[in-house]
């Protein structure tokens, strides 16, 4: 039991980490669609000059997507089937835990629960963190018409060395969902 107790720290820690390196993707598209028709695409820069989010950031994502869009079997032109569009959202999230150290221990004259049991009073702990959203849409080029939407939330890492691989992750999760499962 002891030995389990020692590693339960760790535990904790990983748990934690894990579960923000989770990215939510959800996907949502027009049925009428035939996806199969779409072989080329190219970037909407009027969509992609609204995302406020740095020009480096930008380029990272762009590149993801084109890596992505390779993979799929589409290739990039000035005539494309479908347009990509991105859109970006950030939330910053402040918690903020106030431990007042209260224990079970030696108290008065007898054990029992006290405030008393530590020497530290009202330790409080502020963290940040921040949440950003990806959207990336497809449109008919022909029509103009959004066809397909794929949004991805997950909290992004502040460590410089670890954007390209974070965003590489989002926009791989985000167009797992394309093209979208023939309904039956």
Same mark, same amino acid.
């Given at each position: 039991?002891?030995?389990?107790?020692?590693?339960?720290?760790?535990?904790?820690?990983?748990?934690?980490?894990?579960?923000?390196?989770?990215?939510?993707?959800? !996907?949502? &598209?027009?049925?009428?669609?035939?996806? $199969?028709?779409?072989? +080329?695409?190219?970037?909407?820069? @009027?969509?992609?000059?609204?995302?406020?989010?740095?020009?480096?950031?930008?380029?990272?994502?762009?590149?993801?997507?084109?890596?992505?869009?390779?993979?799929?079997?589409?290739?990039?032109?000035?005539?494309?089937?479908?347009?990509?569009?991105?859109?970006?959202?950030?939330?910053?999230?402040?918690?903020?835990?106030?431990?007042?150290?209260?224990?079970?221990?030696?108290?008065?004259?007898?054990?029992?629960? !006290?405030? &008393?049991?530590?020497?530290?009073?009202? $330790?409080?702990?502020? +963290?940040?963190?921040?949440?950003? @959203?990806?959207?990336?849409?497809?449109?008919?080029?022909?029509?103009?018409?959004?066809?397909?939407?794929?949004?991805?939330?997950?909290?992004?890492?502040?460590?410089?060395?670890?954007?390209?691989?974070?965003?590489?992750?989002?926009?791989?999760?985000?167009?797992?969902?394309?093209?979208?499962?023939?309904?039956?």
């Amino acid at each position: 039991m002891k030995k389990l107790l020692k590693y339960l720290p760790v535990v904790i820690v990983l748990i934690v980490v894990s579960s923000c390196s989770s990215i939510k993707v959800a !996907s949502d &598209y027009d049925k009428e669609t035939a996806f $199969n028709e779409f072989k +080329t695409y190219a970037f909407y820069k @009027t969509g992609i000059d609204k995302a406020e989010i740095s020009d480096l950031d930008k380029k990272r994502i762009l590149r993801a997507i084109e890596a992505e869009m390779t993979v799929k079997g589409f290739t990039k032109s000035e005539n494309p089937d479908i347009l990509v569009s991105i859109f970006t959202k950030a939330r910053e999230q402040v918690n903020v835990y106030n431990n007042n150290n209260m224990g079970f221990g030696p108290y008065g004259y007898g054990w029992g629960w !006290s405030p &008393y049991y530590y020497n530290d009073f009202n $330790n409080t702990t502020v +963290t940040r963190s921040t949440e950003g @959203t990806l959207f990336i849409d497809l449109i008919d080029a022909e029509k103009k018409e959004l066809v397909w939407q794929g949004v991805g939330s997950g909290y992004l890492n502040e460590k410089m060395d670890k954007k390209d691989e974070r965003i590489q992750e989002f926009v791989g999760k985000i167009l797992e969902n394309y093209p979208p499962k023939a309904e039956k």
